[in-house]
């Protein structure tokens, strides 16, 4: 069974960090491109990184760009997203996205994590 488990989100005052997780089983890791993807409250997904599978590639929406990176440790079958100098627009919830390699399509969603960013 694929799984993909999100951690890592809390709330934070504007100009605060977090670094959110993705541990995954039931698939071979090493063998997928990863994306995040978040939804803030009212309105549809944003996809806003990319990485593949053997991380020589990466990039990041331009609302996120400079702020946030995305990583991978397929040793630990892990996905990771650093998050700086966090924004209220940051506020959503955030999801772990397997990619199929060649494919340009997302398969399995995790279940998110819930990011708040507030005074």
């Known amino acids: 069974e694929v799984q993909l488990v999100e951690s890592g989100g809390g709330m934070v005052p504007p100009g605060g960090s977090l670094r959110l997780s993705c541990a995954t089983s039931?698939?071979?890791?090493?063998?997928?491109?990863m994306n995040w993807v978040r939804q803030a409250p009212g309105k549809g997904p944003e996809w806003i990184s990319f990485?593949?599978?053997?991380?020589?590639?990466?990039y990041s929406s331009k609302s996120v760009q400079g702020r946030f990176t995305i990583s991978r440790d397929n040793a630990k079958t892990t996905l990771y997203l650093q998050m700086d100098n966090l924004k209220p627009e940051d506020t959503g919830r955030y999801y772990c996205?397997?990619?199929?390699?060649?494919?340009?399509?997302?398969?399995?969603w995790g279940q998110g994590t819930q990011v708040t960013v507030s005074e």
């Open positions: 990485i593949d599978r053997y991380s020589s590639l990466s």
């Open positions: 039931g698939f071979t890791f090493s063998d997928y491109d």
């Open positions: 996205v397997r990619e199929p390699a060649d494919e340009g399509l997302f398969d399995y």
